[in-house]
């Protein structure tokens, strides 16, 4: 047997076993953005396994596969912590204003997005940015329409310096509160990125949600009247709760995905279309609407 084959076919097996790992939703979030900034570590395990093979071809091998087995382990401890690289923070604020209604409209090509209904007293939109960028880290347009509704875009800003990221920064982290106190609407477009909307307390009129290969966790509202919501992913797991108490009816064309939904709550009508027995006379219920390819969808 060829000793010089054993790092590099067991590097072939470890990252086949990350990969799998991330398939089925095991790692923690940012994890690829954390591994990709220890890009060094490669370096020293080629290092490594070069200077040591000249002493034993196998101890080479050896200390190759440890290097990037540690490697591996301190992204997944760095993501799981919370941590990874960051190298500018920047905040967000939209001040309300007259505003009675408001639509939130937000990119995120690459990372993550964090939303939820804390807006402090007179804030429309609040929260932070958190990316590599080393200058301008996102462009936001505001615009009144007739009736005091507010329209905010937020998304990547054109022209951004980015540090050694090839092409564009896949650690760009979004969290943000909107305020509960006026109606709203939401519309998120998504690449490969982690989406996690908790808008349980929020006066949530529509949510739109355009994915790739998107990690969506979606928490719908508990008193909000009538919420309609429309998915539209690729490659993605999508993961929706629906309040107790709240009524819902679920259409899914689902492609090639694997669906769960909860009968006990939802019964099935049809082949695509799950409904609540009180949907029509609830007080608070969402019409959900899902279109996925080779996705997970599931909803309880």
Known sequence: ?????????????LVGIVALLWNF???????????????PVALVAVGAGLALSRVRVWLGSTAFLVVLIAGFGTAWGLAAAGQ?????RQTIGVERGQATAARLEV????????????APPGL?????LESRAMDSTYAITESHQPGGRSVVTLGSAPGREITFWPGHDPSEDWFLHLTPDIPTEVRVEAGAADIDLNLRDLIL?????EGGAADIEV????AAG??????????????ITVPQGVAARIEVDAGLSSVQINESRFPKASDDVYISPDFDRAANRVDISIDAGASHVEIR
């Open 107 to 118: 990119n995120v090509g690459a990372g993550s997005l964090s939303l939820g209904a804390q």
């Open 124 to 128: 429309l939109v609040a929260g932070k």
């Open 84 to 88: 990874g690289p960051v190298l500018h």
């Open 226 to 239: 009538t919420t309609e919501a429309s998915i539209e992913v690729g490659a993605a797991s999508v993961r």
């Open 1 to 13: 047997m060829d000793q010089r084959a054993l790092g590099f076919g067991g590097a072939l097996i």
């Open 205 to 209: 009129q529509r949510l739109e949600i």
């Open 219 to 222: 928490v719908m509202p508990a």
């Open 25 to 39: 939703d095991v790692l923690p979030d940012r994890f690829w953005p954390v591994a990709w900034s220890l890009w």
